[in-house]
C-alpha cells in the first residue's frame, strides 16, 4: 500500500496551474494529464467504476454498507496561478527548530521568525519546495489523502460508509464546481479536503464575486495632445482611488472583507483592472459592489459614456446558511478528528472552496484541513506527520456509526 507522502510527491510532479484568463473547462489542459494518471490509479486500487469526464472532473466509488450514509470526499487538482507550479523540487526535511534552508545555492530560507507556526511542528518532518516554485499541497494533499484513505478501505475488513469521490479542475480560479456532477456524485452530503493546519473545520466562506473593469481612451501623439488624448492609465488609476482603502486585504482580518485588485494591464488606449471581492456578510458584500458600481458612474459621469465598463460576476456564496440545518455532517468530523488525536477548531474560511458552491446546489459540504501551510507560495510546506493524522481523520469519518 502506497503511503500517503509517496502520492503526494508523486501528484505534485505534475503541473497543473489553472488559468483564470482562459475560457475553457478544464481552463488548462495539462490539468487532464493527472486526471487521467488518478483515473489509472484508483483503477489499480479496484474502483471499478473510475472515470474522467470531457470537462476533466474525476469521479470514483468504493461501495460500502448500504446502510449507511454515502459520504463524498473532494479535492482539487489544479494549483494557484499566484506562484509557479511548474518543476516542482519537493524535499523532506526533519525539523529540529529555528531557519530551514530551502536553496543554499540561492540563499532561500524558510525562517520562524516570518512563519511562527513553525514552531508547532518541531520533531515532524516537512515537505518543502527549492523556494522558487510553490509545492501544491493546496490541494494534492487533499488528493493524496483521499486516495490513501480509499486504498486502506479496500484493503480491510472494516465495515464502512460508501466513499464517493471527487476530483476538480479549476477550483483556484472559482470554477471549480461549475460542471460538478452532483446528481451523478450520489453523495447524501461530503467533504472537501482542501484546508489548512490540522484541526481546522470550515463551514463559513466568504461571499465572492470578480469585477474586470475596462477603461477607454483616445491616443495621439504626445506632441499634439493637447486637449485631445485621453489616457486610460490615468483614469485606471482615479478609479481605483475611488475605492476604500481600508477593504484592501493587507488590512483586512477575522470576518472583515475586502476589495483586491489581482491585475493590471494598461496602454494610453485600453486598460484592464480585475478584482476580487470578499466578505462573510451578504449585505456587506452587496455594498461593496454598489462602491465599485457607484465608481464606474462616476467615471462615466465625468468622462463620458462607455470610458469606464465594469463586468461583475458572483463567484460562490456562503455556505454557513446550508450547513446550518444539517450540522449533523459537521459533528461527524469532528468526532473523526478527535479520534485521530485532533483538537477540533472552526474557523472561517478567508477563501472559497468547491463546497460552498456545491453546498448551494443541495449537497451539503464543509472543509476540512490537509495540513498543509503558507498555499499560494514559495514557503508553502506540508508535515508528513499531518498528513497521517488527515487520512485516519478521512478512515473515521467513513467508519462511524451514527
Known amino acids: ?9 508523486r501528484y505534485v510532479s505534475f503541473d497543473t496551474q489553472s488559468d483564470e484568463f482562459s475560457e475553457t473547462c478544464p481552463s488548462t489542459a495539462k490539468q487532464k494529464l493527472l486526471g487521467a494518471a488518478l483515473v489509472e490509479e484508483m483503477k489499480e486500487m479496484g474502483i471499478a467504476d473510475a472515470r474522467m469526464d470531457e470537462h476533466g472532473y474525476v469521479y470514483g466509488t468504493v461501495p460500502g454498507d448500504p446502510r449507511l450514509p454515502n459520504i463524498g470526499l473532494i479535492a482539487h487538482m489544479d494549483t494557484s496561478p499566484d506562484a509557479s507550479g511548474a518543476d516542482i523540487k519537493a524535499k523532506i526535511v526533519e525539523y529540529t527548530g529555528g531557519d530551514v534552508c530551502l536553496n543554499e545555492e540561492k540563499d532561500i530560507w524558510l525562517r520562524q521568525s516570518d512563519y511562527p507556526t513553525l514552531k508547532n511542528h518541531i520533531g515532524k518532518h516537512l515537505i518543502v519546495t527549492d523556494g522558487t516554485t510553490l509545492l501544491g499541497a493546496d490541494d494534492k494533499a487533499g488528493i493524496a489523502e483521499i486516495m490513501a484513505a480509499a486504498e486502506f478501505l479496500m484493503t480491510t475488513r472494516m465495515n464502512h460508509a460508501t466513499l464517493k469521490i471527487g476530483f476538480t479542475p479549476d477550483e483556484e480560479v472559482g470554477r471549480g464546481a461549475d460542471k460538478f456532477d452532483v446528481a451523478g456524485f450520489g453523495a447524501d452530503y461530503a467533504y472537501t479536503a482542501d ?26 501623439h504626445p506632441g499634439s495632445a493637447k486637449d485631445k488624448m485621453v489616457n486610460s492609465q490615468y483614469i485606471a488609476m482615479e478609479f481605483q482611488s475611488l475605492l476604500p482603502a481600508a477593504q484592501k486585504p493587507e488590512h483586512t482580518e477575522g470576518y472583515e ?25 451578504m449585505a456587506k458584500f452587496e455594498e461593496k459592489k454598489r462602491i465599485m458600481t457607484a465608481a464606474a458612474d462616476y467615471i462615466n459621469a465625468k468622462y463620458g459614456e462607455n470610458t469606464c465598463v465594469l463586468t461583475l460576476r ?7 446558511k446550508c450547513i446550518e440545518p444539517v450540522m449533523y455532517v459537521v459533528d461527524r468530523a469532528k468526532k473523526a478528528m478527535q479520534a485521530a488525536g485532533m483538537n477540533p477548531v472552526e474557523v472561517p474560511i478567508r477563501g472559497g472552496t468547491d463546497g460552498a458552491r456545491l453546498s448551494y446546489e443541495g449537497l451539503p459540504c464543509p ?18 506527520e499531518d498528513m497521517e493524522k488527515c487520512v485516519k481523520m478521512l478512515v473515521e469519518i467513513l467508519t462511524t456509526v451514527d
Not at 481546522?200 to 466568504?206: G, K, L, M, P
Not at 472583507?257 to 456578510?281: A, C, P
Open 1 to 9: 500500500m502506497k503511503t500517503v507522502q509517496d502520492r503526494f510527491l
Open 195 to 220: 484546508g489548512g493546519p490540522i484541526g481546522e473545520i470550515e463551514y463559513e466562506n466568504f461571499n465572492a464575486a470578480g469585477a474586470k473593469v475596462e477603461f477607454n481612451g483616445l491616443n495621439i
Open 314 to 320: 458572483d463567484s460562490y456564496f456562503n455556505m454557513k
Open 367 to 384: 472543509n476540512l484541513c490537509t495540513g498543509g501551510e503558507n498555499y499560494h507560495g514559495r514557503f508553502e510546506f506540508i508535515p508528513v
Open 257 to 281: 472583507g475586502f476589495i483586491h485588485l489581482t491585475d493590471m494591464q494598461g496602454e494610453v488606449e485600453k486598460s484592464t483592472l480585475r478584482y476580487i471581492i470578499r466578505d462573510h456578510d
